[in-house]
């Protein structure tokens, strides 16, 4: 059983796909042994570490949550002095009450509130309660000074951030809320009535032998418990039998070969940074963690900035790799397409590595998508070879690219039970007339007339103008070379990797021919992209996160592919998409773009071009501009100007008066002058939106910290 509780790859589902199964790498016989952590109360104190609920983006992991709005920060010096001033202030009050230069009004309410018969040495309460009286009441009227003078010179912050924290001490700081049941004892699996199961993980836990995946993934099986998906039974009997190795991953690993970012399984999340203590950034997340989840990549991510900017180290790589740890604890299912040597993690992190055109790899790439449907495959193939070349502007037809290549898809499939290899398809579409020819004579015997009819169409339109055919032959013509001659193979004699199978949690590695073949990389990032969003449309366990990681998306970005990234949302999944600069996306789809990404991310770098598209996007906000305004005194009377003779004399300045004047103003969150120029190396400026519509305004990240 695997950790989301279906078959793996290698055994049947609804709609089984041979290519997409060839993918997975047989598991091992016997899984293989994690060494124990140094001590077991590592993994305790990890799991036990609160994670209270904050703002969109925040890294959760130990974070103390802070006001939304910012206290009013006194300087130090302003403070102390105000704080002398004011019980100087006091003392000088209770000073001339004392002594009577304010008369005896003071006394009124003694008087008032007292009988004649207590007052003198003579009275009812004789010396000793006469002298308590009248001291007592002294004293409370120095208390009221005290008390009025106190607030006055806010005595109450200074004991706060002077006094108290050195009578505290370091060992009182303020302990973390520690949650109301321990999660390593399993409540849930308890509550169940799985006690067995919840015993044998925890002593597994105090041993030293689970981890975080394994914490992950078993909480992913349990889940498929309570959903139906399979039974406690089955469950309870795997995790008595393996202990925290139970409901492993179809690959057998438990983690993989090396991380380099930070990561909480517990709540998804991935580290990227550090917000900047900069009064751009709302005061709630200054100097918190900032980090993305499977929440936040739902709403698809758009990263632009130079090469050299950190793209790839900071953004791709952590991703790549938080996404590989979800497919491993049976979450997600991750492609990850880039440059050969691009540096997106070993080749162990992955089960299937596709290195198109090395003639050492072991799997292929299906050019179809894995489908048996023509036109699905047609419409798929279209965007791969012509996408960029369809009118961006509303009322283009794109879909002469598909009818061409459909014409001939279909009578193929119906001839051979297949679909056309590279060389054949650019025979078909040249209209060579032995291929054609043959083509005819086969499907004349079939009694398929309206495949005749979709053969005849393609015949009469060769050599019109307007005919797509030649486009279409010339782009099948950079994949008919031969570095690729091994490659995208129909006839079943190779591995080729089939998008379909992200119903399971696989994690996929594409590397792309760019050098030497640029034109081709292109197309083929194009074609898993567009296989990516037909895919994942149609999966049957929507459960499971599916994520598409492109490096570079440069020639990349259509109008079927920018109405597809809008869709992901609604079938939980999502891609990651880079790029140098938006000039490499067409200008009628730039303001597109921008808005189907829920997360976009300006990188040191930008030039102001794109800063502007980006200040667009971010929109305006209300802020508060103070303009200050200093006008010379004139002094009218002999006296007055003698001073201020004097005084320009000692300062070297006229005197002046200043005013200041407040006002709201709508201006930019960020300009494309600061995004362009203001920003730091190895910062950006990221804004967030989660799945369920809450979201972060435009915040200054520190990558490196």
């Not at 049941?181 to 030293?208: F, K, N, V």
């Not at 070993?346 to 290195?355: G, K, L, N, R, S």
């Amino acid at each position: 059983m695997d950790s989301d509780g279906t078959q793996d790859a290698r055994g049947t589902h609804a709609n089984p796909v041979p290519r997409a199964r060839a993918a997975f790498p047989p598991p091992p016989a016997q899984a293989p042994s994690v060494p124990p952590l140094p001590d077991g109360s590592a993994f305790l104190d990890w799991l036990r570490t609160p994670r209270p609920k904050a703002l969109p983006g925040v890294w959760r992991f130990g974070h103390r949550p802070r006001p939304d709005e910012e206290p009013e920060d006194i300087p130090a010096r302003q403070l102390v002095s105000g704080a002398l001033i004011a019980f100087l202030a006091g003392w000088l009050i209770w000073s001339l009450l004392q002594n009577g230069y304010l008369g005896g009004w003071w006394w009124v309410p003694l008087f008032l509130v007292t009988p004649d018969s207590w007052r003198g040495s003579d009275g009812d309460l004789g010396p000793t309660g006469t002298a308590f009286l009248y001291n007592g009441y002294q004293l409370l009227v120095a208390l009221i000074i005290m008390v009025a003078v106190g607030k006055l010179g806010r005595w109450g912050e200074v004991w706060r951030r002077f006094v108290a924290p050195r009578l505290r001490g370091p060992q009182r700081q303020e302990a973390a809320p520690v949650p109301t049941e321990d999660p390593a004892q399993w409540p849930d699996l308890r509550a169940a009535g799985a006690d067995a199961a919840a015993e044998r993980l925890a002593s597994e836990a105090r041993a030293g032998l689970m981890r975080d995946v394994d914490h992950a993934r078993i909480v992913r099986a349990w889940q498929g418990v309570r959903t139906g998906r399979h039974t406690l039974a089955a469950f309870t009997g795997a995790v008595l039998k393996d202990g925290a190795a139970a409901c492993l991953h179809p690959s057998g690993e438990r983690d993989l070969p090396a991380r380099l970012a930070r990561h909480d399984l517990v709540t998804g999340q991935v580290r990227l940074g550090t917000t900047a203590d900069d009064p751009r950034n709302p005061y709630a997340y200054r100097g918190a963690g900032l980090a993305l989840g499977p929440d936040l990549l739902g709403t698809s991510l758009l990263a632009v900035g130079p090469a050299g900017s950190g793209k790839t180290a900071t953004v791709v790589r952590p991703l790549a790799e938080s996404l590989c740890l979800h497919a491993l604890a049976g979450r997600a299912a991750v492609v990850v397409v880039g440059a050969a040597g691009a540096g997106l993690g070993p080749v162990d992190a992955y089960d299937v590595v596709v290195q198109i055109g090395n003639p050492a790899s072991v799997y292929d790439l299906d050019l179809y998508g894995g489908t048996t449907d023509p036109d699905e495959a047609a419409a798929v193939l279209a965007e791969a070879l012509v996408g960029d070349l369809a009118d961006p502007h509303p009322g283009s037809d794109s879909r002469r690219a598909t009818t061409v290549l459909a014409q001939l898809l279909g009578p193929f499939r119906a001839v051979h039970a297949r679909f056309p290899s590279v060389p054949e398809l650019r025979q078909l579409l040249d209209g060579a007339p032995g291929p054609l020819d043959a083509l005819r004579t086969a499907l004349q015997g079939s009694g398929q007339d309206s495949l005749l009819r979709e053969l005849d169409a393609r015949e009469r339109q060769l050599g019109n103008p307007g005919d797509m055919a030649a486009v279409l032959a010339d782009r099948v013509a950079l994949l008919d070379r031969p570095a690729f001659a091994g490659f995208f193979d129909t006839s079943g004699h190779s591995k080729p990797f089939s998008l379909k199978a992200l119903d399971h949690p696989v994690r996929v590695r594409i590397d792309l021919p760019e050098r030497g073949h640029a034109d081709a990389s292109r197309m083929l990032a194009r074609l898993v992209l567009a296989q990516f969003t037909a895919s994942v449309a149609v999966r049957e366990d929507r459960s499971l996160f599916a994520c598409l990681v492109l490096d570079d998306a440069t020639g990349v970005v259509t109008p079927e592919t920018v109405r597809g990234i809008q869709r992901l949302r609604s079938v939980n999944a999502g891609a990651v998409l880079t790029l140098r600069t938006l000039d490499d996306v067409p200008r009628p789809l730039r303001g597109p773009l921008l808005g189907s990404a829920g997360c976009r991310m300006a990188l040191s770098g930008l030039t102001p071009w794109d800063g502007q598209d980006f200040a667009e996007v971010w929109g305006k906000e209300w802020t508060e501009a103070r303009d200050v305004t200093d006008r010379q005194i004139i002094a009218e009377t002999p006296a007055g100007k003698a001073v201020h003779m004097l005084r320009r004399v000692i300062t070297g300045k006229a005197p002046t008066a200043r005013a200041v004047t407040v006002r709201q103003v709508e201006r930019e969150r960020w300009s494309a002058s600061e995004l362009a120029h203001g920003l730091p190396a190895g910062h950006a400026v990221l804004s967030l939106t989660d799945v369920n519509g809450e979201h972060a305004p435009p915040l200054l990240v520190d990558l490196r910290g």
